[in-house]
């Protein structure tokens, strides 16, 4: 039996994705108020851009231009069930990922800027999360063919990442259509139940485990999402 490493190399810088404190009935905190900070000087930035203004609107960062996907950043509910705060945590940080793209300069989403990781581009990094999520539900849980799969290429290391200067767009498009995949296969299964696919150790691990690997992970990219997109173009922000 083979054991499938459960990320293609990849050097994981130790960041993590800021996050807004949810102040539903406390006091602000000094945190709280330097978001709102954030926010005023952001809706002003748009005034002067010329893009909608949405004072209700969560943070974003300035985009180079006003364009790109619209994204609900939300986290599940305080009171969640098990299975509402797996797929609610995973969906915030795939949305955390998509956002990232907004407003990114086409060339730029080629761009490496890190040395030694040169494959680790915009772009990279939303095909590698597609065919993550491709590798643990559709081949690892429900046992499907990995050979469509470049994660699975021996031949060609971090496959996966390779973009070949294909759209953003259609890289972003695919990367939704598979997590509309992935959240349809949990639906239709129990956390309980055990991967499918024999060929590889980590195939025997339940549901439940594979999609909190997926939130690791998927969060973990969003991390390195947030340093490219800064060093491209300076664009940071807060979900």
Sequence with gaps: MRSIVLTRRCPHIGTQNDELRNTGGIPPTSSDRKIQRMKNNQMTKNKLKGCPVNPGAPLRAAPVACVGMASELARPPLQADERTALIGWLDLQRQILRWKCEGLNGDDAYRSVIPTSPAMTMAGLISHMRWTEHTWL?????GGDEKRNPSFDESCEDADWHTEGRPVAELIAEYEAQCARSNAIVAAASLDDVGRHPGFSSG???L????IHLIEETGRHAGHADIVRELLDGTKGYY
């Design 138 to 142: 559709e081949v690892l849980f429900l």
């Design 204 to 206: 025997s691990a339940n």
């Design 208 to 211: 439940r485990w594979m999609l």
